[in-house]
């Protein structure tokens, strides 16, 4: 199984700032994302951290709001720009990992993200 | 792209009885159907998952169904425990990436003692 550590656990900031969320696996992995959880919702995938290439953004998530870097294959980072407090929320990193087909899904402890 | 609906949204349950949540998804191609259980500020925890060449999996008190026809997959718990309340999540992925799932919306399950 897959390790990972998410830093911070949680903020409270300012409208009008940025805070960058950081994602540390402890093993290689292909793949990384990054999902938000509203207040006593699900999870959404907010976009796909890929290695050496722009990240890939689901419908209604944009590069200016939530932009990503995944310099390497252990580690992504998620900002969160411009806050409001409607991005107040928990986000999550997750990768793929398992045997033998790589098909579960760990997730980091998330970041409480609270904007007033 | 695909979608998720899960019911019931919340399910309270005696312990020792059963536990059914259900959930429905669209797209054909999915192939990989995972449940998570989240605790109260915790993260998702895979506790079963099921591929669609496979139309049941159990493991211990807990067990999924899956109809590729109908589109739809449930979970089932039996001899339901205090501490299996918490928040209940399906989801649905194509191919290996078990990571870029999309979800169901959760079922809040409490057990009575």
């Known amino acids: 199984s897959a390790v990972i550590s998410q830093k911070p656990s949680r903020d409270i900031c300012q409208r009008g700032t940025s805070l960058t969320i950081q994602c540390q696996v402890d093993s290689q992995v292909t793949m990384m994302f990054w999902y938000r959880q509203q207040p006593g919702q699900s999870l959404t995938l907010i976009a796909t951290?890929?290695?050496?290439?722009?990240?890939?953004?689901e419908s209604g998530f944009v590069i200016d709001k939530f932009p990503i870097s995944r310099p390497n294959l252990t580690f992504s980072t998620l900002t969160v720009s411009n806050m409001s407090p409607e991005d107040s929320s928990i986000y999550l990193c997750?990768?793929?990992?398992?045997?033998?087909?790589?098909?579960?899904?760990?997730f980091g402890q998330g970041t409480r993200l609270t904007v007033v | 792209g695909e979608n998720v609906e899960q019911h019931p949204s919340t399910l309270s349950v005696q312990e020792g009885d059963s536990a059914v949540i259900k959930c429905t998804y669209s797209?054909?191609?999915?192939?990989?159907f995972p449940w998570y259980k989240q605790e109260l500020g915790k993260r998702p925890q895979l506790i079963i998952d099921i591929r669609s060449n496979v139309g049941e999996k159990k493991d211990q008190r807990i067990a999924v169904t899956l109809n590729k026809t109908a589109k739809h997959f449930s979970l089932h718990i039996t001899e339901t425990q205090p501490e299996d309340s918490a928040v209940y999540f399906c989801?649905?992925?194509?191919?290996?990436?078990?990571?870029?799932?999309?979800f169901g919306d959760g079922t809040t399950l409490t057990v009575k003692p």
């Open positions: 797209d054909s191609a999915s192939n990989y």
């Open positions: 997750s990768v793929s990992g398992g045997q033998p087909t790589n098909t579960e899904a760990f």
């Open positions: 951290a890929n290695q050496g290439s722009e990240a890939t953004y």
């Open positions: 989801a649905a992925s194509k191919g290996t990436n078990a990571g870029k799932s999309t």
